[in-house]
């Protein structure tokens, strides 16, 4: 059974006219176009090195900024226990101080006339 001759056929490149391309004639032909393509890779690889690197940076700083975050929140809530009113008494008895019996009152200063 024959197979009918397509045009687009004709048109495909023989693969020994390909291999004679590929070859020796074919790698120094375009070996400006080889060396610009492994340049473009080495800047590729290397601004991918960088960015992970900038990555690794952010995230570490992220993790500072969180435990500085934690150990704020933590003085501050120590803070805000120490100063409560009963906190405070109880500070000031073991330093020999005591609750004052009568409320405080307002030294009032006659205005002088000028």
């Given at each position: 059974m024959n197979l009918p001759e397509l045009p687009l056929l004709k048109k495909l490149p023989n693969w020994r006219t390909m291999l004679h391309e590929a070859g020796h004639k074919g790698i120094v032909h375009n070996l400006p176009f080889i060396l610009y393509c492994s340049a473009?890779?080495?800047?590729?690889?290397?601004?991918?090195?960088?960015?992970?690197?900038?990555?690794?940076?952010?995230?570490?700083?992220?993790?500072?900024?969180?435990?500085?975050?934690?150990?704020?929140?933590?003085?501050?809530?120590?803070?805000?226990f120490i100063t409560k009113e009963s906190q405070l008494e109880t500070g000031a008895l073991k330093i020999g101080l005591e609750k004052a019996i009568l409320p405080p009152y307002k030294i009032q200063i006659p205005s002088t006339p000028q």
């Open positions: 473009l890779a080495l800047i590729y690889i290397t601004m991918n090195h960088y960015a992970e690197n900038a990555i690794r940076n952010i995230n570490a700083t992220a993790r500072e900024l969180k435990e500085d975050r934690w150990r704020y929140i933590d003085e501050k809530s120590q803070f805000m």
